[in-house]
Nanobody
Framework: EVQLVESGGGLVQAGGSLRLSCAASGFNFDDYAIGWFRRDAANGREGVSCIRISDSRTFYADSVEGRFTISSDNAKNTVYLEMNELRPEDTAVYYC?????????????????WGQGTQVTVSS
C-alpha cells in the first residue's frame, strides 16, 4: 500500500523555522519525485517544491525560493522541507505527493498519491 505521511507542522512566529518530513512507503522511492504543495482558503493549492529522487534535482516556487530547502534521505525513504524566514502568508496545510513522470514539477496534475497534510501556522 502506497503511503505518504507528513509531520513537523506547527505554530511558529514570523521569521522562524520549521522542518517538515514526508515518510514514504509501499513503492520504489528512487523511481519517483516527491513534491510539496500547500493549500489555504485564500489561494487554493500551490506547488511549493519538488525533488526528483533519482538525481536530486530540485524545483521551487518563486514565493519560497531562497527560504525553503527540499532534500531527501533515500535510506529512510523520507523527504524534508526546511522552511526558514517564515511569513504569515506561508500559513497553510502542507501536503506531500509522489509523481512518476515529471512534466510540470509544481503542478498537481503529475501527482497520483497524496498524504493527509500537516498544518503550518505562522503568526505575525
Amino acid at each position: 500500500e502506497v503511503q505518504l505521511v507528513e509531520s513537523g507542522g506547527g505554530l511558529v512566529q514570523a521569521g522562524g523555522s520549521l522542518r517538515l518530513s514526508c515518510a514514504a512507503s509501499g513503492f520504489n522511492f528512487d523511481d519517483y519525485a516527491i513534491g510539496w504543495f500547500r493549500r489555504d482558503a485564500a489561494n487554493g493549492r500551490e506547488g511549493v517544491s519538488c525533488i526528483r529522487i533519482s538525481d536530486s534535482r530540485t524545483f521551487y516556487a518563486d514565493s519560497v525560493e531562497g527560504r525553503f530547502t527540499i532534500s531527501s534521505d533515500n535510506a529512510k525513504n523520507t523527504v524534508y522541507l526546511e522552511m526558514n524566514e517564515l511569513r504569515p502568508e506561508d500559513t497553510a496545510v502542507y501536503y506531500c505527493a509522489r509523481a512518476f513522470v515529471l512534466t510540470t514539477p509544481l503542478h498537481p496534475i503529475d501527482y497520483d498519491y497524496w498524504g493527509q497534510g500537516t498544518q503550518v501556522t505562522v503568526s505575525s
